[in-house]
């Protein structure tokens, strides 16, 4: 089985062919594949997974994982020099730029820097790689203030609400970097928390696929409110399957990215986990915490 995710899947149709010259029996898969806990559950003897690395899952022994690397330019690093408070800054990225990492804290480093790199962690085994779900090797680092080095806004926001730490962003690609500010993504979390509140009924959301599947978290997160949430089984987290279902409100404990990537395309409002007990009056606002994988 070979399996790619959105963004290199026209590429699987060539190397399912080239398997093939080479006498595998092969099977492209495609469906929507989100990373390394989104496996393919198709039977094979072997999984080819490409472009994530692995989660440390005890379960995925039959899964050869390839993950990709990208070269890219480090001026943004220096880009971010003058956006810097302190002395003290730590590095983080995603699995496609981690081997950049030790050149971009040795040029960090030539201007005065201390720089720290945290990681490996349990989920993400490349140091200084943060993930959408698991920003571990962030909070390691100690540091008041972090580079991220990538592209979007997303992880970086993650970073920042996950250490209460200072992040910027440096897109290696435009070679920019700017300060991220998380209240203004909080502002709008706090506005559908408020709706929540009044929610006759809420559907805790569970997912079927095997990495994502976090029932224990779902379950007691269910009996908060039992005369008014239910737990719902499902494979994909999409604005129709939400709709048909016809409930108030969500929580969702899938993948953590989809409360906060998808939240202006859902009908009605989809809670992350901590935000639901805030909803609940069971955590306080300033007690505001980023879902995360463990």
């Not at 995710?5 to 006498?23: E, T």
């Not at 730590?90 to 480093?109: D, I, M, S």
């Not at 079927?208 to 008014?228: H, I, M, N, P």
């Amino acid at each position: 089985m070979l399996q790619l995710p959105d963004g290199l899947r026209r590429r699987g149709a060539g190397l399912a062919l080239a398997l093939q010259a080479d006498g595998f029996e092969v099977t492209l898969d495609g469906n929507p594949c989100y990373g390394a806990c989104d496996l393919s559950h198709e039977h094979a003897d072997v999984l080819v997974h490409v472009g994530h690395t692995p989660l440390g899952r005890s379960d995925d022994h039959h899964v050869l994982y390839l993950p990709l690397s990208f070269d890219a330019d480090l001026a943004a690093l220096e880009a971010a020099l003058p956006l810097l408070r302190g002395r003290i800054v730590g590095l983080v990225t995603t699995a496609q730029h981690a081997h950049l990492l030790p050149a971009g804290a040795a040029l960090l480093e030539a201007h005065g820097l201390e720089v720290r790199i945290g990681g490996p962690t349990p989920r993400t085994p490349l140091a200084g790689q943060v993930l959408g779900c698991s920003f571990g090797a962030a909070r390691e680092t100690g540091a008041p203030e972090l580079l991220y080095l990538g592209t979007g806004v997303f992880h970086p926001l993650g970073v920042a609400l996950a250490t209460g730490a200072r992040v910027i962003a440096c897109d290696p690609y435009r070679g920019t970097a700017e300060a991220v500010d998380p209240d203004r993504l909080l502002r709008r979390r706090f506005g559908l928390i408020e709706r929540v509140r009044g929610a006759a009924t809420v559907g805790i959301l569970l997912s079927t696929k095997s990495g994502q599947r976090r029932e224990s978290l779902a379950r007691r997160l269910a009996a908060l409110a039992s005369d008014r949430s239910v737990v719902v089984a499902v494979e994909e987290v999409t604005p129709d399957a939400l709709v048909n279902l016809g409930l108030e409100a969500y929580v969702n404990t899938a993948c953590p990215r989809i409360a906060y990537d998808d939240e202006i395309r859902f009908p009605v409002p989809v809670l992350a986990p901590s935000e639901y007990e805030i909803a609940l009056g069971l955590r306080a606002w300033d007690d505001y915490v980023v879902d995360e994988c463990e």
